[in-house]
């Protein structure tokens, strides 16, 4: 069964330093998604990406975050410059299209940690 | 604005009982889609089973159903017979029509655990 795959799954990093989280979704999907999951609390929806662009951010996506497909397979989430509350679950999801019945494929995360 | 309320952080269920898992939604959306995710302790997300909002039958996969009420605005997810593997967090999510993009809201989720 196809899947979305997260790498690495656990990455820990200095505060301040870059970051980048790859993702491979789903080979037919059309949409990308990234999620963030603080420790204990709800997935927030982070950013969607449609046709090579940013389709929809929340605001916890600011300058700091960007987000690339490099190569029509990976979908990449990097972070600038880390701060210690970016710590947390990041999870990668893919659609084969954004209508309402279709459910979103989960990677299995990765775990950032922030020191 | 999209909001999903789950008001049960924790909930306790014996073995081969049934439970069942709150959720309220609220949206301005005329058509949307309820969605339940399980996560286990390993972290990963899994798709329990969607409703949409003009579906005039609940839905059910397996030993998974969702009691949907509209006018109340709520989608409890109903787990029949469970089973020690049962134990783990669980997200109601919703997309409306008008998420660009299809993004997910998802609630705060209720922690299950089955005992023996």
């Known amino acids: 069964e196809p899947e979305v795959t997260q790498t690495p799954s656990h990455q820990v990093t200095q505060m301040g330093q870059e970051v980048i989280l790859r993702c491979v979704p789903i080979s037919n999907h059309l949409y990308f998604y990234w999620y963030r999951q603080i420790l204990g609390q709800k997935v927030e929806f982070l950013v969607s990406f449609y046709n090579n662009e940013i389709s929809e951010k929340s605001e916890i996506f600011d300058d700091q975050f960007s987000v690339e497909r490099p190569d029509g397979s990976n979908f990449t989430l990097k972070i600038r410059s880390t701060k210690l509350e970016d710590s947390a679950m990041y999870f990668c999801a893919s659609s084969p299209d954004g209508v309402l019945n279709t459910e979103a494929f989960f990677g299995q995360g990765t775990r950032l940690t922030v020191v | ?116």
């Open chain 2, 1 to 116: 604005a999209q909001k999903i309320t789950q008001t049960q952080p924790g909930m306790f269920v014996q073995e081969k009982e049934a439970v069942t898992l709150d959720c309220t939604y609220d949206t301005s959306d005329q058509s949307y889609g309820l969605f339940w995710y399980k996560q286990p302790s390993s972290g990963e997300m899994i798709f329990l089973i969607y409703q949409g909002s003009y579906d005039e039958q609940n839905a059910t996969e397996g030993r998974y159903s969702l009691n949907f009420q509209k006018a109340r605005k709520s989608a409890n997810l109903v787990i029949s017979a469970s089973q020690l593997g049962d134990s783990a967090m669980y997200f109601c999510a919703m997309r409306g029509i008008y998420n660009q993009g299809g993004k997910l809201i998802f609630g705060q989720g209720t922690e299950l655990s089955v005992k023996p």
